[in-house]
């Protein structure tokens, strides 16, 4: 069965590709570049992409202190990856400075945890802890992992917290919505691309310009249908 991959993926793999021709023309190695001619193939599957509501981040609020509620709490409010909320260890919460260090993520193999580091320089990096998370998170030895004890959490211990997560609370979200939710916290709170790169750990600014487009677009939608709400109750009131 042939493998489907997302349109992102794809596009990242073309541009590297782009990129490995370009080389070779600058060089002389060959006279055009191939891959000017390849274009991307219509219905790839794209990741969702939207702000949580006001009332899913309010579930998420109340449910903190539930089993794996902070599990979505962090994330919210750190813009992890899956992977990197999995791998923090209290060692790398530092209170007194109010930052939290992002130097590694687990990863499964055969459903056991492993540790990995980040795959470009972009993955480490320091975010602000702030004080509406400082105050849930626990205290525990260095060593240990905020979401597991002297190990990781496994796989299936993960998957299961997830779903019984999810059918408590109702909400049908993953993480890489509440990585979006980060996002929306910094746009919202005017902090820059640029900035916002680095908190997220991008390595391309594109993918954070994307993201930033998407939040301008969306907001810009929202306030169209106020605007349109407004000019039609006041129209109603005249009538």
């Known amino acids: 069965m042939d493998r489907c ?13 782009h990129m490995i021709f370009s080389f070779a023309v600058v060089n002389d190695i060959i006279p055009v570049n191939p891959a000017e001619q390849v274009s991307i193939p219509r219905g790839l599957k794209r990741n969702s992409r939207r702000a949580l509501t006001k009332e ?10 539930k089993p794996f509620g902070l599990f979505y709490f962090f994330i919210l409010y750190t813009g992890c990856r899956r992977g990197e909320a ?6 790398d919460i530092d209170r007194e400075n109010k930052v939290i260090h992002i130097t590694k993520s687990v990863y499964f193999k055969s459903g056991k945890p492993e540790i990995k580091v980040p795959k470009t320089e972009a993955g480490k990096r320091v975010i ?8 849930k998170l626990p205290k525990g030895k260095q060593d240990n ?20 997560y999810q059918k408590r609370t109702g909400l ?14 910094l746009y919202d709170a005017g ?33 169209s249908q106020k605007l349109n709400e407004f000019t039609k109750d006041s129209q109603d009131s005249k009538n």
Do not use: W
């Open 5 to 17: 991959y997302a349109a992102q993926t794809v596009i990242a793999h073309l541009n590297i590709i």
């Open 56 to 65: 899913e981040i309010e579930i998420i609020k109340a449910n903190v202190n």
């Open 86 to 91: 999995l791998a923090i260890q209290f060692k």
């Open 128 to 135: 602000p802890l702030l004080d509406v998370l400082a105050e």
């Open 145 to 164: 992992f905020l979401f597991g004890e002297s190990e990781p959490l496994t796989g299936a211990q993960v998957k299961r917290m997830l779903n019984t």
């Open 172 to 185: 049908k979200i993953t993480p890489y919505y509440l990585r979006h939710g980060y996002a929306t916290i």
């Open 191 to 223: 902090i820059d691309i640029k900035t916002a790169q680095g908190l997220l750990g991008h390595s391309d600014i594109q993918t954070t310009m994307n993201v930033y487009t998407h939040l301008s677009v969306e907001r810009t939608r929202i306030e």
